[in-house]
């Protein structure tokens, strides 16, 4: 494999000393180890060789790897998550919480200031909360099977959008003639802000690995169709899990272009944006 390769795999990554599963792209697997979510699409996933989407000792055993041969890599907590740093243990005032209507408690997860972390105690007027990756301190094994190299402009397309935006339920229809390639996006993402977002990344990324292919994004608007943009938070503090906007990517483009594309649809208007 070289850089720039697409490839799809399967993976599994369990980590510490125990070597418990934390991830997995077969489903019988998570099944049987207790971490199925019926949430989740399960199946070979995309992968870009080169492109930093995996820890870089991963990425590196890319380029020798065969078809339908499993590779295991272990990586030392270095190599991945890196050491605990009793630096990311913040002390914060419970009424940051209260405020909110949120009842902290240990275990937790929550998304606080641009940060994602784990309430580890609640004492009179405290919280404290863990800043470190889940996974800090912690040995990981990644054991992947390379199932196929995408060559396709069309599927390499196709998998591009699913690193981009992984919503399971999206179906994106994209075609593919001459150096043209056309992507028509699905009722339920139109006017969804994490698509809004995600969609600039994608044409980015297209330019990146399919250079001098003209780019159509097609959305079908049907007659009295209007956005229901949601109302932004009242702060920052939210409980995992009650908030649309966890993550930089999960918010929606504050550019003048994003803003007018989310706008009240006209009827029966078709907007294509080109790039």
């Known amino acids: 494999m070289n850089n720039g390769d697409f490839i799809k795999i399967d993976y599994s990554m369990r980590v510490g000393d125990d070597k418990k599963l934390v991830s997995t792209s077969i489903e019988q697997l998570a099944k049987d180890n207790s971490i199925f979510n019926e949430n989740t699409k399960y199946g070979p996933i ?30 030392t907590p270095e190599e991945a998550y890196g050491a605990r740093d ?52 912690k040995t990981i094994v990644y054991s992947y099977t390379l199932r196929s190299v995408i060559s396709d402009p069309k599927e390499k397309v196709e998998a591009l959008i699913e690193m981009n935006y992984p919503v399971s339920d999206a179906v994106f229809t994209v075609s593919s003639e001459g150096e043209s390639i056309k992507i028509e996006v699905p009722e339920a993402s139109k006017f969804d802000p994490v698509w809004m977002e995600a969609k600039f990344r994608l044409v980015n990324e297209i330019r990146k690995y399919l250079p001098g292919y003209t780019i159509s994004i097609v959305e079908n608007y049907t007659p009295g169709e209007v956005s229901k943009p949601e109302s932004a938070p009242e702060s920052e503090v939210k409980a995992e899990g009650e908030t649309p906007a966890e993550t930089s990517e999960n918010t929606a483009s504050e550019s003048p272009q994003a803003s007018n594309e989310q706008g009240e649809a006209q009827d029966g208007q078709t907007s294509e944006t080109k790039a």
């Open 86 to 137: 009793p630096k990311n243990i913040k002390v914060h005032s419970y009424i940051e919480f209260k405020r909110q209507n949120i009842d902290p408690v240990p275990g937790q997860e929550i998304y606080l200031n641009h940060r994602r972390g784990k309430v580890l105690s609640v004492t009179p007027g405290r919280v404290l909360v863990d800043y470190n990756p889940t996974h800090a301190g």
């Open 46 to 75: 995309a992968v870009v060789v080169g492109a930093d989407q995996v820890f870089k000792k991963i990425d590196d055993s890319f380029k020798d790897a065969q078809l339908d041969k499993e590779v295991e890599v272990t990586l």
